[in-house]
Nanobody, 115 residues
């Protein structure tokens, strides 16, 4: 059974940084696109960043220039480096990955940015 587990969330002051990780485990043949998403209280989930199997990346306008997505293929892991965090970045961050043609989701990790 494939699982995605996020870690690295926490409480940080505005202007600070956090690095999120998402590890895929289980019977995995190949991982294609990996994504980060977030959902703030009372709001719909929004896409944050994408990295393809060949390392191409794209970002939501709200995080462009502040967040960096990367992946370690050997460790089945995707990262999200978040710099210059703002209170509006407060949300539950979750990852998703297309693994063997199926899209899987993690449970999420809370990120809280205080002003």
């Amino acid at each position: 059974q494939v699982q995605l587990v996020e870690s690295g969330g926490g409480l940080v002051q505005a202007g600070g940084s956090l690095r999120l990780s998402c590890v895929a485990s289980g019977r995995i043949f190949s991982i294609n696109a990996m994504r980060w998403h977030r959902q703030a209280p009372g709001q719909q989930r929004e896409w944050v960043a994408l990295i393809t199997s060949i390392g191409s990346t794209s970002y939501a306008d709200s995080v462009k220039g502040r967040f960096t997505i990367s992946r370690d293929t050997a460790r089945n892991t995707v990262y999200l480096q978040m710099n210059n965090l703002k209170p509006e970045d407060t949300a539950v961050y979750s990852c998703s990955a297309v693994i063997d043609s199926t899209n899987y989701w993690g449970q999420g990790t809370q990120v809280t940015v205080s002003s």
